[in-house]
């Protein structure tokens, strides 16, 4: 008892445990994605949630990678000095992941618009 006790206390331990922790949790959400989701937009009659299931299902699952290495770094001492470095570095990762996500679901959704909008026009 008294070994899992430093075990659990060791900063080092932790850390993998928070990663280890995410990566589970980011392949139970793929799962859930790929097995459940994708098969109740598939009964559907537009193309578009599965498009969207599609595209959002890389760039979250890496989301939830990189919050658990941005936990689990800093969660270690070691890294306390580089602690701003960090955080600046894991914004600008989150920004780009998340712009990158939300401008292909716009870009979707301005595609079938601009679709729709044709289709109603009138040719001379």
Same mark, same amino acid.
């Given at each position: 008892?008294?070994?899992?006790?430093?075990?659990?206390? +060791?900063?080092?331990?932790?850390? @993998?445990?928070?990663?280890? *922790?995410?990566?589970?949790?980011?392949?139970?959400?793929? @799962? *859930?994605?790929?097995?459940?989701?994708?098969?109740?937009?598939?009964? #559907?009659? $537009?193309?578009?949630?599965?498009?969207? *299931?599609?595209?959002?299902?890389?760039?979250? @699952?890496?989301?939830? *990678?990189? /919050? $658990? /290495?941005?936990?689990?770094?800093? %969660?270690? !001492?070691?890294?306390?000095? @580089?602690? !701003? &470095?960090?955080? +600046?570095?894991?914004?600008?990762?989150?920004?780009?992941? #998340? %712009?990158?996500?939300?401008?292909?679901?716009? !870009?979707?959704?301005?595609?079938? &618009?601009?679709? /729709?909008?044709?289709?109603?026009?009138? #040719?001379?």
């Amino acid at each position: 008892m008294a070994t899992l006790n430093i075990l659990i206390r +060791n900063k080092y331990f932790q850390a @993998y445990l928070i990663l280890v *922790i995410m990566l589970i949790f980011a392949k139970v959400f793929h @799962y *859930i994605i790929k097995n459940y989701l994708k098969k109740i937009t598939e009964r #559907t009659k $537009g193309e578009i949630d599965n498009t969207v *299931i599609r595209i959002i299902t890389k760039p979250l @699952y890496l989301l939830i *990678i990189f /919050v $658990g /290495v941005f936990f689990a770094l800093r %969660s270690l !001492s070691f890294f306390d000095k @580089y602690i !701003s &470095w960090i955080n +600046n570095i894991f914004f600008v990762l989150f920004v780009l992941l #998340t %712009s990158f996500l939300l401008s292909r679901i716009l !870009s979707l959704f301005v595609a079938k &618009w601009l679709r /729709v909008q044709k289709r109603f026009e009138k #040719t001379p």
